[in-house]
């Protein structure tokens, strides 16, 4: 396969990024920025997830059109897009199958005074897809399913402690932002109790210190934070958590809202061997058409229908035929696993580009999510803080990458979609040659 990686021509194209800065200035005066963590990650101009790349040296920040794995910038700049709108983009953008199922629906209205019938045509796909899943509820943000997938919890053991995974993300639930995030009060964290990743002990000891007092375990089924390089679990880890939490009545959440259907159309915790009590689902679950799920296990079922829930948008009609149509579509093609085997390929090339240049790039977590680092040089957001971001040398060589025309992200996992191919392995592989060419110049 690495055979044909061809080899790089130099001198490919840098990208100029005027009319997006020139949008950019505009937002700066009506839209505000963004704070991470206490740090400044864009000052104004751009808000949420997406503001970790805006500042970044040779990154665009709006785009004119998209489709299959590629996206065009406002200056009229090809893209691989290996960030895939941060997940919700699988099947590809401008999925002619989904596109078709949002038309027809969309032609017979989206918002409405009552429910489609789709609901529950999409409620049954799920029931019968997750093994788990006995019943399903629909909302619009992956938050909004974490957020109430704990309620759920609560209510179904009326305790209070929640028990998360440090540097896990679940959403900007007040509980789910840290100690001390602006907005947020002391009460909103007195029963969030924190362990670390495959930590079996830690998980064992907070549950002997709160005996009869916690309601839920909720975690990825794999670890996926921003910064760090990302963790599977541990050989049985998950079956420790399941024996720790049955014994104590806990509820086991898996947020699968960034993995979900990446690894597996049973959802992550087929792939990774467990059985958890409730699953959130968002993210690819409609192709990047607005929603998100909460299944779930007949133990729960009382629960849930005992937390009362909702949204205006949550019943609207085009997202759950796209959503159907993305469920049938990854299953008829095998999208999990097609995803995983070019995930692998693609990232066997660049391991191979990279040491064929002097460098070592680590890959980490999942082939179909993974996680970059140049481990030549330490991050130096690791020691001068998040403001460093987009220094050193890996965050360097991404964004010599992204200005050619292979969008990563130097602090976020990235996803593969469905419509990558073999052209946009090559393509990509070209610029990551290219890129390293230009970083081993530069030192
Ligand atoms: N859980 C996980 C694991 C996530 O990655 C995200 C989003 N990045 C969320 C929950 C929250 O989802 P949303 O942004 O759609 O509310």
């Known amino acids: 396969m690495v055979a044909s990686v061809k080899a790089a021509s130099l001198g490919l194209a840098v990208y100029e990024q005027t009319r997006s800065r020139e949008l950019f200035e505009r937002a700066e005066r ?35 059109e998209a489709r299959g794995a590629r996206f065009w910038d406002v200056d009229g700049n090809e893209y691989v897009d290996y960030m895939c709108a941060y997940g919700p983009m699988v099947l590809g953008y401008k999925n002619p199958v ?21 609901m529950v045509e999409l409620a049954e796909y799920l029931v019968d897809l997750v093994p788990i899943a006995d019943w399903a509820f629909f909302s619009k943000n992956g938050g909004d399913a974490t957020a109430q997938s704990v309620m759920v919890a ?38 969030i109790v924190t362990v670390d990743w ?46 720790i939490c049955r014994k104590e009545g ?42 998100a799920a909460l299944v779930g296990t007949d133990a729960m079922r009382d629960a849930v229908a005992s937390v009362f829930y909702t949204g205006t948008q949550f019943y609207n009609a085009s997202p759950m035929a796209a959503s159907l149509a993305t469920l049938r579509e990854l299953q ?37 999510m993974p996680y970059l680092r140049l481990t030549d040089e330490d991050s130096p957001i690791w020691t001068e803080g998040l403001e460093a971001m987009h220094t050193g040398l890996h965050a360097t060589w991404i964004s ?26 090559e393509r990509t592989w070209e610029i990551v040659d290219e890129a390293f060419k230009v970083v081993k110049n530069a030192r």
Request: hydrophobic share 40%; proline share 7%.
């Open 198 to 243: 495959n930590d079996v002990k830690g998980l064992e000891n907070v549950v002997a210190e709160n005996p009869g007092e916690i309601a839920a375990f909720i975690s990825s089924p794999y670890h996926h934070p921003l910064f760090i390089d990302n963790e599977l679990p541990a050989p049985g880890y998950w079956a420790n958590v399941e024996r």
């Open 250 to 291: 806990i509820v086991i959440i898996a947020d699968d809202v960034r993995a979900g259907f990446r690894a597996h159309m049973g959802g992550s915790c087929e792939y990774f061997g467990f059985k958890p009590d409730l699953i959130c689902f968002g993210k690819a679950l409609g192709n990047g058409e607005p929603i």
């Open 400 to 425: 010599e990458c992204t200005r050619r025309g292979a969008f990563f992200s130097s602090v976020h996992n990235h996803f593969v979609s469905t419509a990558h191919d073999q052209a946009d392995l």
């Open 98 to 118: 989904i596109d078709e199922a949002v038309r027809k629906q969309n032609e017979k209205s989206n918002t409405v005074t009552l429910a489609a019938p789709l």
């Open 332 to 368: 008829r093609i095998d999208g999990p696993n097609v995803m995983l085997q070019t995930g692998k390929k693609l990232t066997d090339g660049m391991v191979e580009i990279a040491k064929n240049h002097g460098f070592d790039l680590k890959v980490s977590g999942m082939p179909s």
């Open 30 to 64: 009506v839209i505000p920025g963004q704070k991470y963590g206490g740090a400044v990650i864009c000052p104004a101009g751009m808000c949420g997830h997406y503001s970790l790349n805006a500042m970044a040296p040779g990154y665009p920040i709006y785009f004119s």
């Open 154 to 191: 609560r209510a179904a053991t009326g305790r209070k402690k929640i028990v998360t995974v440090a540097d896990g993300y679940h959403g900007v639930a007040a509980w789910m932002q840290g100690p001390g995030a602006p907005g947020t009060v002391e009460e909103d964290y007195r029963n």
